[in-house]
């Protein structure tokens, strides 16, 4: 079974500067994709960003962007020119790439606080 | 286009009591998902519906959850009888089945 590690129950940014949100995994698979969500107090979750295991280069949106390290299992978040909106509880998640529609695997999730 | 829509968005019961919820997704979306969020942890699925079929309940605590999925549209979540550790957070999510799974607000369930 797979698993997915968030090792930072919470972290904080000040306004204007750059964090990174740390996620491991473990799975014997070979093909999968890894995501991260973004669930803001008491509102719904929405994708971050997404990154296909078998894609070497790593995915970028914006202020976003992801360190992949596949042989390490390790895929962190930075967010840059961090905005006081982007207070939220970060999720890293696992989907096996096997079948489609497959279930997302959760880590704990990073509590991200930004400082004015 | 519309979100994935959940109701109620809050529900408060008493142990051993039953409660539903519903979940219409995203039109076109083939596949429903529902997951239970305990407060402080990430989302865990419950149950996979690929139109009205089941694809996966391993996780599904069969002796008091049940759901279903009528004509492969919307869903209902029940848990009968409910209990303590049931307080959660209810989210269906749905999605093409190979794109991103779309999230709705959620059903936040507090058992006294």
């Known amino acids: 079974a797979q698993t997915v590690t968030q090792s930072q129950p919470e972290m904080s940014v000040q306004e204007a500067e750059t964090v990174t949100l740390s996620c491991t995994y473990d799975t014997s698979e070979s093909d999968y994709y890894l995501f991260w969500y973004k669930q803001p107090p008491s509102r719904q979750m929405i994708l971050v960003i997404r990154?296909?295991?078998?894609?070497?280069q790593n995915a970028t949106e914006n202020r976003f962007s992801v360190n992949f390290q596949k042989a390490a299992k390790s895929f962190s978040l930075k967010i840059s020119d961090s905005q006081l909106g982007d207070a939220a509880m970060y999720f890293c998640?696992?989907?096996?790439?096997?079948?489609?529609?497959?279930?997302?695997?959760f880590g704990e999730g990073t509590q991200l606080t930004v400082n004015p | 286009e519309a979100g994935v829509a959940q109701s109620p968005r809050y529900k408060i019961i008493e142990k051993r009591q039953s409660v539903a919820f519903w979940c219409n997704p995203i039109?076109?979306?083939?596949?429903l998902y529902w997951y239970q969020q305990i407060l402080g942890q990430g989302p865990k699925l419950l149950i996979q519906?690929?139109?009205?079929?089941?694809?996966?309940d391993s996780q599904l605590p069969k002796d008091r959850f049940s759901a279903e999925r009528l004509k492969g549209v919307d869903s209902t979540l029940k848990i009968q009888p409910a209990k303590l550790e049931d307080s959660a957070v209810y989210l269906c999510?749905?999605?093409?089945?190979?794109?991103?799974?779309?999230f709705g607000p959620g059903t936040r369930l507090t058992v006294l």
């Open positions: 998640a696992y989907r096996s790439a096997k079948t489609s529609g497959s279930r997302l695997t």
């Open positions: 999510a749905s999605s093409t089945g190979y794109n991103e799974q779309f």
């Open positions: 519906f690929q139109n009205n079929g089941v694809v996966d």
């Open positions: 990154q296909e295991a078998y894609k070497q």
């Open positions: 039109s076109g979306h083939a596949t």
